[in-house]
């Protein structure tokens, strides 16, 4: 009778007649219990109804004791597992899901499950696996093939990602986050041909979604079609206005196809959004430093620089812009942050050796031009001022032997006239 009532539930669950099965199933249950409590079924029955009812632990107790009574019995050990995951008992759920992939291998749903709860324990490898489990046992497992994709992507095989999501596609191809999350794995691996044409398809389902506009604004970057990464990144940013990245990205986006005021409108108001977002001022600086508004490309860059003291552009540029102040201090100061974090940087060896010199610390500029010319042996320049270091230290015969050097194999340089002037008067 318990299991009658039951199955006259699950079909009507929602009804009131439904809900007046669920007692009557659950009434004749413990009458079936306290008659012989060795048979399995009426617990199941409880902890079904429980389960269904949010009410987790009571389904957890009568769910073990149908298991306990019949443990191997895989839609016990099934269900029980389930309760526990929604109790996040996670390594429990772990234990029971396993043991009923073993009592039922074909059993998909065993396989996925299980994936699910090994991710959740931080068992990635093993989630894996026992998703590709669950599609050697039903191949067109939509569900199972989007898992595999996204721990692909998570573990930066983006290439695998893109099979995955694709496969999954094969099941569900309108399946909107799928979609998305197709575009990003091919965004991920740098090909922006084929994520263009599945954001297209996923904003034909749905144009207004913030994040898959900005996704399209950021391939669209990617294919230097700035004009349509405009359009993208606008829709994003009317859509969330309070996002700031996405402004920051309206603002690349604006200063790429050279719209400089947008962008800098744009990188303002993304600074404003967020106290700490980098990216926008290193920006604002870099467009300050090239037009000559120094104060401006100070003011912005310091702000950065407070956020993240040892971030490489923030350094990078605030050396740049003191050193075109000729604050030599500061910006010897700020390169040599910048090659703390970019120790083989060459651009920065080679503008840290000139802050040297202009700072008139010619040994330390010898060194940095030295170290430079260990990492690129070619460095026309560097051999140039190098040459020039050594005049101004009098030390002559090195002057003779790099300008020497620079003039013998590379008889084009632009300053070979200046580099003849001089070894002629050494």
């Known amino acids: 009778m318990s299991e009658a009532y039951y199955n006259y539930y699950t079909e009507n669950r929602n009804t009131p007649a439904g809900r007046e099965a669920s007692a009557k199933a ?5 009458e079936a219990i306290a008659s012989d409590n060795t048979q399995a079924l009426p617990h199941f029955v409880i902890g079904r109804i429980a389960r269904d009812a949010n009410q987790t632990e009571r389904a957890i107790s009568a769910l073990r004791e149908a298991v306990r009574l019949e443990p191997n019995n895989y839609l016990y050990v099934h269900d029980l597992a389930r309760s526990l995951f929604s109790a996040r008992r996670y390594q429990e759920a772990r234990e029971h899901f396993q043991n009923a992939a073993r009592i039922n291998p074909n059993s998909e749903s065993a396989w996925y499950n299980l994936g699910g709860t090994l991710r959740m324990l931080n068992r990635q490898d093993e989630a894996l696996a026992a998703y590709r489990q669950a599609i ?17 992507i998570a573990k930066g095989d983006a290439g695998g990602a893109v099979d995955a999501f694709s496969k999954a596609l094969q099941y569900s191809p309108n399946d909107y986050t799928t979609l998305c999350e197709l575009g990003a794995a091919y965004s991920r691996a740098g090909n922006f041909s084929q994520a263009e044409s599945v954001f297209a398809r996923a904003l034909q389902i749905n144009s207004n979604d913030a994040q898959t506009n900005y996704n399209m604004a950021v391939v669209k970057l990617g294919l230097k079609k700035y004009s349509e990464a405009i359009t993208f990144a606008k829709s994003a940013v009317d859509s969330n206005p309070d996002n700031a990245v996405y402004v920051y990205t309206l603002g690349l ?115 940095s031009y030295q170290t430079l010319l260990r990492l690129s042996p070619d460095n026309w320049d560097a051999i140039f001022e190098l040459g020039m270091t050594y005049v101004s230290l009098g030390q002559n015969s090195d002057a003779k032997r790099y300008l020497q050097d620079l003039v013998n194999r590379n008889p084009n340089y632009s300053g070979k006239a200046e580099a003849e002037r001089i070894l002629r008067s050494l």
């Open 26 to 30: 659950i009434e004749h249950a413990n």
């Open 136 to 152: 050697a046992v039903k191949a067109d497992y939509f569900a199972a093939h989007r898992e595999i994709g996204r721990i692909l």
């Open 253 to 367: 986006a604006c200063e790429e196809s050279g719209a400089v005021d947008l962008a800098i409108n744009a990188y303002k108001t993304a600074a404003a959004l967020d106290a700490k977002y980098l990216r926008p001022r290193i920006n604002l600086g870099s467009i300050y430093l090239t037009s000559g508004n120094f104060d401006e490309a100070i003011a912005v860059l310091n702000e950065a620089y407070a956020v993240e003291p040892g971030n490489f552009e923030a350094n990078n540029n605030l050396g740049a812009v003191y050193a075109k102040r000729e604050n030599w201090a500061s910006s010897i100061n700020h390169y040599e942050r910048a090659l703390a974090a970019r120790q083989n940087d060459q651009t920065v060896h080679f503008n840290l050796a000139r802050a040297y010199a202009g700072a008139g610390d010619l040994q330390k500029a010898q060194t």
